[in-house]
């Protein structure tokens, strides 16, 4: 006789990389003076999602709904008032390899190459390695990201796009279970930036990566994403859903703007956008001013220790 019990049955669900649990941010509010006033100023409240093995997953919502500073906890650079970050079974509490961050602001440190500041991730994440293995696996993802050539050169002879392709190489080179976007194209001209697009999207389907990436662009979102995640206004932010990417890859730009779906998927997201446009009402905008924004930006020795 045939045994069908639960137990036995062959799960088809992907693996969760990483579990956002019931997470919520809040800050002191303090007086126009400086002194400690009344109450909290809520970020966002009660955020729950997973992020699958190996998807890209977006999240988009207006300024103030609380994005980077999800991003910053989910790095371990912040903390969350409730609620904790959860990968490989155990609860996130400092920055570490396994959650590698690109910033907008390319972080990288401008007294060594363009070749150094990827090998520093590498050394970080392989201490045990040769020297000719560490160089070789950097020169690999160098040459992945297009800097072929540019490895002597330090930063403040890069362009823009350059710095941020350093930058997605060093975060890409030590194998991270997410990789962590933040509005990593904001500061690029709109034709690098399709560009980099272009060879992000390839790096992450060559090497399966995890990605979580948050933006402001619509456009961007659609082509790059396997899910995208929106989050009402803040304070007291929310996220209101998760909608399914559901357009074949490879995509191109060309072909995503004369299918029906991506159509579909651009109007709902806006008319989201749109119908979360309007401002709170006056009584919570004058409450305060929350103390300790966002957590600063880590150094790139902090996220490679």
Not at 44 to 61: P, S
Not at 186 to 197: K, M, N
Not at 294 to 299: E, F, N, Q
Request: hydrophobic share 40%; glycine share 6%.
């Amino acid at each position: 006789m045939q045994n069908n019990t639960p137990s036995e049955a062959v799960s088809t669900a992907p693996r969760s990389a990483m579990l956002i649990d019931h997470v919520s941010k809040s800050f002191p509010i303090l007086n126009a003076n400086g002194t400690p006033g009344r109450g909290t100023f809520n970020v966002f409240e009660g955020v729950k999602f997973d992020i699958r093995e190996g998807e890209f997953l977006t999240m988009i919502g207006h300024s103030g709904c609380g994005k980077s500073t999800l991003l910053n906890i989910m790095a371990g650079f912040d903390k969350p008032t409730e609620g904790g970050i959860i990968v490989d079974g155990k609860q996130v509490t400092a920055p570490g390899l396994d959650r590698m961050v690109v910033f907008q602001s390319f972080a990288l440190m401008p007294w060594l190459t363009c070749f150094d500041n990827v090998r520093v991730a590498v050394r970080s994440a392989h201490p045990d390695w040769t020297k000719q293995q560490v160089n070789q696996h950097t020169q690999k993802y160098i040459d992945t990201m297009g800097l072929t050539g540019s490895e002597n050169k330090r930063p403040a002879l890069l362009s823009g796009g350059m710095k941020q392709r350093v930058g997605i190489a060093r975060a890409f080179c030590v194998d991270p279970t997410v990789l962590l976007l933040d509005e990593p194209f904001a500061q690029i001209d709109a034709l690098t930036r399709g560009v980099i697009q272009d060879e992000l999207m390839r790096m992450w389907q060559t090497v399966n990566a995890t990605v979580f990436m948050v933006t402001h662009d619509v456009d961007e979102a659609i082509l790059l994403s396997d899910r995208i995640a929106l989050m009402t206004n803040g304070p007291n932010a929310r996220l209101a859903e998760i909608i399914d990417v559901d357009i074949p890859r490879p995509r191109t730009r060309e072909q995503l703007i004369e299918m029906p779906e991506y159509m579909r998927l651009r109007n709902h997201i806006l008319k989201f956008l749109i119908s979360h446009s309007r401002r709170a009402p006056a009584a919570q905008e004058t409450v305060g001013t929350p103390a300790a924004a966002a957590a600063p930006t880590p150094s790139v020795e902090e996220v490679c220790s």
